[in-house]
Each structure stands twice: as structure tokens, then as C-alpha cells.
């Protein structure tokens, strides 16, 4: 079963704060892609990464970087929380191209509340 | 037989026209995405369903549980319009959410 797990459920922080969501997979997957969900909105994709080292931006990157030094872990980085960014994150891997319409397995989500 | 149907895989209208992308899935979900992806690649998403009608716009995106299939529709089409249409469906299997897209539709509309 391919497992992509991130580093918490739960998070809360304070503005201005520098917040790190961690995303790791098992199953050896070329792409990741961290994505926000938010009511009425759906799902946003804001940086994906088709391999070690590399990465796009997608949708909504203002606000966010990301970094990709070993294959298997997609981190999300936002330099300085802002009340803006409470949301649900969300990471996906896939072992396709990224621009391909394919399966795409998702992380169960880190639902981040900044005060 | 993948899970997500879309139809048609390429459409191409003129200005005005009324729009019809469908949906088409064969498993148990919990809400359905319509996506719009244009030619830089930015995905952005136009509707969470999990049932009835939701409209935006000119676009209007409906769901029938019982028949599993979904529909986008868009009227008085515009040229800037023309992108790639997605169906996503997403569904939890083993304790994991899973997603799964459709193979897209692509729109252009000529003015």
C-alpha cells in the first residue's frame, strides 16, 4: 500500500511564525504536490516537485516555499505565518508526470490554524 | 476501466455556446472536483461537490449520487474559457484518502 504520511494532524501557530509541514512517501514516487483545501475554494495546488531538487509553482505560491533534498520528503515551508494561511495542507505523490491527469495518493492532511 | 470518465476528450465551440463536459465514476465517493488547468499549468479548482447543484458564474457544475456522474456545464462560452476541464473524485480506501482524476477534457473556444 503506498503510504504518504505528514508530520502532524493538528497544528496551531502564531503570526509571523516560521512553519514547517513535513510530507514523506514509500513507494519510490518521482512527484509530490502540496496543495490547500478550503471551503468553498476546493482544492489549490500551490508547488509540486517532479524530482529531487526541483519544483513549480502552482496555483497559489505567495506566501509558501517548499524544499526537496531527498526524494522520499516534500517539505512545505511558510517564512511567516499569516492568519490568511489557516487551512487544510495536503500533500499528494505520484510516480507520473506532473502536468499528466493521473492518480495522484494523498497525505491524510495537517489542518493548521494560525492565530 | 479507470474509476473517473470524462466525455467528451476534446471539444472545440464557438463563442456563445452552451458547454457540456461529463463525469462519469464507478466508485463510492465523498465529493467530486472540477478543476480548470490552462496552458501555463496552474490548476486551480472551480467546485467541491457531494451533491446537488453549485453555481458560479456561468458555470454550473451538478452531481447525481445515485447515477454516479457529474456534470460541468458553462454558458455564453468565452474564449478565455478555453483550457483543460478535470473531474476528480475522491474516496477513502484502507483509512487513506485517495484521489483520482479524469483523463481531461480539453476546451477551446473560438470567438
Known amino acids: 500500500d503506498v503510504k504518504v504520511t505528514q508530520s502532524s494532524r493538528y497544528l496551531v501557530k502564531r503570526t509571523g511564525e516560521k512553519v514547517f509541514l513535513e510530507c514523506v512517501q514509500d513507494m519510490d514516487h518521482e512527484n509530490m504536490f502540496w496543495y490547500r483545501q478550503d471551503p468553498g475554494l476546493g482544492l489549490r495546488l500551490i508547488y509540486f516537485?517532479?524530482?529531487?531538487?526541483?519544483?513549480e509553482k502552482g496555483d497559489i505560491p505567495e506566501g509558501y516555499s517548499v524544499s526537496r533534498e531527498k526524494k522520499e520528503r516534500f517539505s512545505l515551508i511558510l517564512e511567516s505565518a499569516s492568519t490568511n494561511q489557516t487551512s487544510m495542507y495536503l500533500c499528494?505523490?505520484?510516480?507520473?508526470?506532473?502536468?499528466?491527469?493521473?492518480?495522484?495518493?494523498f497525505g491524510p492532511g495537517t489542518r493548521l490554524t494560525v492565530l | 476501466k479507470n474509476e473517473v470518465e470524462q466525455s467528451p476528450q476534446n471539444l472545440t465551440a464557438q463563442e456563445g455556446e452552451f458547454i457540456t463536459i461529463n463525469c462519469s465514476y464507478s466508485v463510492g465517493i465523498s465529493a467530486l472536483h472540477w478543476l480548470q488547468q490552462h496552458p501555463g499549468g496552474g490548476i486551480v479548482s472551480l467546485f467541491m461537490l457531494s451533491s446537488g447543484k453549485k453555481k458560479h458564474g456561468r458555470l454550473i457544475a451538478t452531481i447525481n449520487i445515485q447515477e454516479k456522474h457529474s456534470s460541468l456545464h458553462i454558458t455564453a462560452s468565452h474564449p478565455r474559457d478555453s483550457a483543460v476541464y478535470i473531474c476528480a473524485v475522491r474516496y477513502e480506501i484502507q483509512g487513506a484518502q485517495k484521489l483520482v482524476f479524469g483523463q481531461g477534457t480539453r476546451l477551446t473556444i473560438n470567438p
Open positions: 499528494a505523490s505520484s510516480s507520473l508526470a506532473a502536468s499528466a491527469v493521473r492518480k495522484q495518493f
Open positions: 516537485s517532479y524530482d529531487v531538487k526541483m519544483k
